[in-house]
């Protein structure tokens, strides 16, 4: 169904000479970020869900959730990302994502809204980091700049 | 396309694999009494007839020969009687017979793991037509009668050129017909009347008239005789219309030869006078619709046939399997967090007392779901038993041995994951129980006062919660001081010689890279041995130990749980945490009194039980957990055990004993390798929330032995 939403948008947008460089993204914030994920990995949105902490875990790794079954890992990009985290509010939203078939939820602090982001106009960030969290950064039309998760980092624990 | 293929494989695989294992069975049962039964021969026959077919199928060339050449030779055997060979040959058979099984199973896991086949098997085949020489001996006639049999999976052999009369009182009384084909089939198909009725089929499906004989063959099983015997007929009114079909008789599978008959002139003459018509009839009204009734039919019973005996299984994927059992746990507990609901208070009492009645039914049916699936993934323990004795008899031949293996407890059922996890630690304690235990020679045996035939006992049994597999040898056991000394030489002991018991000494044998015999075996000795099988029989759960008696043999026991997926479990909490301990490793839980708790020179806290003194981990200590408790006697002691370990848990409060369904921790967790520290999954509890379970066994090591 969405692929089929897409494939019709696309094909009014002006512009778009390569279809296969415009993805479909959902952005969402994260402390005083805008980030987006390409809708292909993400599987749903949960909100207030209790999270288990798991011992000797690395503070990032907030513990793990029973999603109707699944147990499922979940990551504070935040934390992540290594900046402090506030102490989770009661209104936790979690992201679960499906990135090459590793399931992981990530906490957000709230979700904005699907677009479609160009791949060609996506620049690399031009900073010497070391949590390498995020691999690029784009410029909306409005002004303001929203970057990328880098799913791979994300999903292979450090 | 791709994945109907890929289905054909699993099932061609299945089969296969299946039919292989029961030639297996079969083969060391009948070397047992040393002499194939006419039925097994028939069997064997028929077995490779059925590989040789689908491998054909499939085009795996190389299995479709072997399989081939083996039915060729079981052809001739089952033509002439097994009796007919000596006890030599008898024995060469088996030999043969078990190499071509190799063989043949090598390809086929070539074929499951995506490998090309060998293709220059020929000098096998060449060994098997050789001893079919043999076998065969001086009767040159008999060997010539084998011979078409060689070619049938070919085309079929015309043997007489159109053309040729013959005597009109073996062909059918058809007054019509101006030529007949005379066809014969596969020697040994099964039905066939059925077959023969396939081709006639497939002959009027290309638009040809004709009548054939006898006529009443798709039904009359009976018939099957006479076609083996004599072949069946087909009735043509024309010459070129019998030509079309001796054409399209090439095409047709089953068929060992045809010949094309011509009736005498006379009956020619007035055939086609008096009853065109009525062939007419005959052919355009009523075989159509005898046809467009019995074509979709042949397949299945043809199919039946050739299992008369087969039990009524089917193969299930064993990933649907697990997600059913995944499925069904989440209902049970579902169920509880449904029952327990804190709405239900609300309720009228009336009301209430009816939702549980209906609840209570409820609870009974999840429970039978429950077994019933947890039933559904138990196999006997057989299929590998009787790969061990297969892999006796091998050795034996190889190593000279004279040794017999008793089986005891072979329907014990278990969990099929079980199964496959612990068929390669059988195999390798078999292998060195034949291969070390067992004394070189009989005459060591004797002298020693035993039977000069050394015995090897696998058994299998049932307590309440685990399966308990022995392997025994009678052979020489094991000598603590010379194991002690051989681990000294390595380097692999942790505390002086001369503190090592006996039982500890015989562990030495299960740690890696150790192996006490110098030289290298095909069979075993490459010190890769037993810390793999402890690993293995680990992995599921298990322990393993031995005892030994020098001069009286070795037993090695392991200790499985009967299943993975559900487990007793006792609830307690630490601080907000919930955690699950498997209710087989709790020996006793109790309250402790201050001044009971003594301290070593590093403060680590220790307790007395029965007159020994046991370590006591604090949980949230260990995990790094906050909690309020933190006074020993303000919480409660667990007593945990596992195989040899023994010590004290210390946790914040017991919640109660429940069923819980063990899920692993996901696999972005892996790399923290939280099974290394104690925590060997979790489970989802009736509220929705998630304990972590608990194991005792890794838990002792992360918390005692590595400080």
Redesign the interface.
Known sequence: MSEHINEQELTEMPGTEEVSTVERCLTFESGDLILYISTKHVIEIINNH?I???????PY?RG???L??Q???VVDIQLRMGKESPELASKTCIIVLDINS???GIIVDSVRQVIDIDLKNVRPIPLKRQQKLLDGMVTMEDGSVFMSIDCQAL???? | MDNGMESILDTYLFETNSLLDQLDEMLMRDEKIGDFSPDDVNEIFRIMHTIKGSSAMMEFGSLSSIAHHIEDLFFYIRDKGIDTLDSQHKKELFNLMFRSEDCLRGQVEKVESGEPLDTDLDSFAAEINSFLKKISGAGEEKAAASEPAQEKAGEPTETVPAGTSVSPESLPDDKSAVCFLHVFLDEGIGMENLRAFMIVNSLKECELEFRYYPENMESNPDTCASIIEDGFYMAFESTDMAAKASDLLRTQGHIRSYELLEVAEEKQEEAPHTETAEAHTDSEGQAPSDQAKAAPKPPAPAKQASAPAKQNLISVNLMKLDSLQNLVGEIVITESMVTSSPELNQLSRDAYDSFMKSARQLRKLTDDLQDITMSLRMVPISGVFQKMSRIVRDMKQKLGKDVRLTLIGEDTEVDKTIVDSIQDPIMHMVRNAMDHGIEDTSQERISAGKNAQGEIILSASHTSSEVVISIADDGKGMNPDKLLAKAKEKGILTKPESEYSKKEALGLVMLPGFSTNKTVTEFSGRGVGMDVVKKNVESVGGVVSLSSEEGHGTTFTMKIPLTLAIVDGMKVTVGSSTFTIPIANIRQSFKILPEEIICDENGSEMVEKMGSYYPIVRLHRFYGIETEVLNLEAGILLWVETSDRSFCLFVDELIGEQQVVVKPLPAFLDYFELKNFGISGCTILGDGNISIILDIQSLHAAALENI
């Open positions: 209790s288990t902490k798991l011992p000797l875990m690395p790794i793990i959730i029973n109707r079954g147990i499922l890992p590793v399931s992981l999903s292979s624990p450090q």
